[in-house]
C-alpha cells in the first residue's frame, strides 16, 4: 500500500515521547521534551481536548504542565493519577477537570467605562455562550486542569539514569517499573511504598507488560523475554523455537503487550515483536508474535515489513495491533491473524516513540465517529498523527447462506441441462 493521508492532529513546541488517553473523558496527555542540556527546548506535559467538529477529530491545548529540566521519556495512567518516568525517577502526578464559570449581569446600560470598550467588537472565545437577548445573563466557560506533585521515587540506578518502562496493574494497587539497570521494581499504588526490588535482565528493559493475575512480562536487550510471578521467573519464551533457520541472537525483543480477545473475556493473548539485533547492509524482516496469555505457548508468528520496529499498542478489544517504525511509518494489524489492515509510509520521517489507540469507552466512540478503531501517534518531530479505520462493511449471515442455497441451485440446473441423466 502506497501512501495515504495521515491528519497532524496537534504540533508541541518540543519532542514527544509518551501518550495516553483518559477512557472516561478522552483527554489526551503527552509529554516529552529536550532534557536537561541548555538548548532552548522546553520539557513538559500537554493536555488536549479531543472533539468532533464538521465529521473531523481535532485536539486543542486546555492545559500546559512544565516539568522544568525534566523530558518525561514514559507515562502510564490510571484514573486522574499519571505515573512519569523522567531521567531515573518515577513522578507521580494527579490532575482534576474541572469547569471554570464566570456569570455578569448585562443590563441595559452598561457603566460609563464599559460603554467605550462596548463600541468596539469583542472576540469571542471557544465555549463561551451568550444568550440570544440583549439582556440577562452572560456565562464563560472554560475548562481547567490543576496538576499536583504527589511522590517521587528513584526508579533507575544505572549510569544512563534512565527509567524505560512504567505500567500499573488492572485494579490500580500496583505499579511496576523497569529500568537501563535491567531491574524491575514493584511499588504498592498509591503508597509508593517499594514491594519488590530484582534483577531481571542483564542489560537494560525495554518494555514491560502485566497481566490480569499480576504476572509481569519483560523484555531486554539480552535477548531474552521473561514471565514472572513476584520476582520468581515463571518461564522464558522462545519465539523461533519452530525456526531453525533463525539464531538465538540474531534478533532481540523490543516490546510486549497483552491483549484481551473479542468476544471471549475469559482468553487472554500476549503479543511481542522482535527485531534485528544488527542492521546489515540487506534488512532483515521484523517480526510479530501471538502467545496463548496464560500458558505461554506460541500460536502464531508473522513478518511485519523490514523497517525497524519501535513501539507497540493494543486497541480495548484486543481487535488491532499499533505498530510504529525507527523511520516513521505506522502499521495497523488484525490480532487475529497477524495480517496488515493499514498503512503510512514515513508518517512521521522520523522514529515513532508511543502510540495510543482512543478507548473503546462511550466516550471513545463517540469521538471515532464513523470509525472501527483510531490510534494516535507521536514522535521526535513533536507532532500527534491520527490514523483511522473506517467501520468495514459486512454481509448478515443470512445472506450468505441463501447466495449459497442458490448457487447449489444454479449448479444443480446446470448439470441437468448438461447431462440429462444426472438426477
Known amino acids: 500500500m502506497g501512501r495515504r493521508k495521515h491528519?497532524?492532529?496537534?504540533?508541541?513546541?518540543?519532542?514527544?515521547?509518551?501518550?495516553?488517553i483518559s477512557p472516561e473523558s478522552g483527554l489526551v496527555i503527552t509529554a516529552g521534551g529536550g532534557g536537561a542540556a541548555k538548548t532552548g527546548i522546553k520539557n513538559g506535559m500537554h493536555f488536549l481536548r479531543l472533539e468532533q467538529i464538521g465529521g473531523q477529530l481535532s485536539a486543542s491545548q486546555i492545559h500546559y504542565h512544565d516539568t522544568e529540566t525534566r523530558a518525561t521519556m514514559t507515562m502510564a495512567l490510571a484514573d486522574n493519577f499519571i505515573a512519569a518516568g523522567q531521567d531515573a525517577s518515577c513522578h507521580i502526578l494527579r490532575y482534576s477537570e474541572a469547569v471554570h464559570k464566570e456569570e455578569k449581569r448585562a443590563g441595559k446600560k452598561e457603566k460609563e467605562g464599559n460603554s467605550v470598550n462596548s463600541k468596539a467588537p469583542r472576540k469571542r472565545k471557544p465555549g463561551v455562550n451568550v444568550p440570544e437577548?440583549?439582556?440577562?445573563?452572560?456565562?464563560?466557560e472554560s475548562q481547567?486542569?490543576?496538576?499536583?506533585?504527589?511522590?517521587?521515587?528513584?526508579?533507575?540506578?544505572?549510569?544512563?539514569?534512565?527509567q524505560k518502562c512504567v505500567r500499573f496493574n488492572q485494579d490500580r494497587s500496583l505499579l511496576v517499573t523497569g529500568g537501563a539497570d535491567g531491574f524491575i521494581k514493584v511499588w504498592e499504588f498509591p503508597g509508593m511504598k517499594k514491594t519488590l526490588d530484582f534483577k531481571a535482565h542483564d542489560l537494560e528493559i525495554e518494555d514491560l507488560d502485566i497481566s490480569p493475575d499480576n504476572k509481569i512480562i519483560t523484555v531486554g536487550r539480552d535477548f531474552k523475554c521473561c514471565v514472572w510471578k513476584k520476582d520468581q521467573l515463571v518461564t522464558g519464551l522462545r519465539w523461533n523455537e519452530n525456526m531453525d533457520y533463525i539464531p538465538d541472537k540474531m534478533y532481540r525483543y523490543?516490546?510486549?503487550?497483552?491483549g484481551k480477545v473479542e468476544d471471549n473475556k475469559e482468553t487472554l493473548r500476549l503479543y511481542t515483536v522482535q527485531i534485528p539485533y544488527k542492521r546489515e547492509r540487506k534488512p532483515l524482516p521484523c517480526y510479530i508474535s501471538k502467545w496463548d496469555g496464560k500458558n505461554f505457548l506460541p500460536l502464531l508468528t508473522q513478518q511485519c515489513g523490514k523497517e525497524v520496529i519501535s513501539c507497540l499498542a493494543v486497541s480495548d478489544s484486543g481487535t488491532f495491533l499499533g505498530l510504529g517504525t525507527v523511520?516513521?511509518?505506522?502499521?495497523?494489524y488484525i490480532s487475529f491473524s497477524l495480517q496488515r489492515l493499514y498503512y503510512v509510509k514515513?508518517?512521521?520521517?522520523?522514529?515513532?516513540?508511543?502510540?495510543?489507540?482512543?478507548?473503546?469507552t462511550p466516550r471513545g466512540k463517540q469521538l471515532m465517529g464513523n470509525n472501527e478503531a483510531a490510534?494516535?501517534?507521536?514522535?521526535?518531530?513533536?507532532?500527534?498523527?491520527?490514523h483511522l479505520i473506517p467501520i468495514r462493511s459486512s454481509f448478515p449471515v443470512w445472506l450468505v447462506l441463501l447466495l449459497c442455497a442458490l448457487m447449489i441451485i444454479v449448479v444443480i440446473i446446470l448439470l441437468q441441462h448438461a447431462f440429462p441423466e444426472f438426477l
Do not use: M, W
Request: aromatic share 8%.
Open 7 to 20: 491528519p497532524e492532529l496537534y504540533r508541541a513546541q518540543f519532542p514527544l515521547y509518551t501518550i495516553k
Open 133 to 140: 437577548s440583549g439582556g440577562g445573563n452572560v456565562r464563560n
Open 144 to 162: 481547567e486542569i490543576v496538576v499536583e506533585n504527589l511522590k517521587v521515587v528513584q526508579s533507575d540506578f544505572s549510569s544512563d539514569e534512565l
Open 254 to 258: 523490543q516490546s510486549c503487550r497483552f
Open 327 to 332: 523511520t516513521g511509518s505506522v502499521a495497523i
Open 346 to 360: 514515513e508518517a512521521h520521517g522520523i522514529v515513532i516513540t508511543d502510540l495510543a489507540f482512543l478507548p473503546e
Open 375 to 386: 490510534l494516535i501517534s507521536v514522535a521526535v518531530d513533536s507532532c500527534c498523527k491520527l
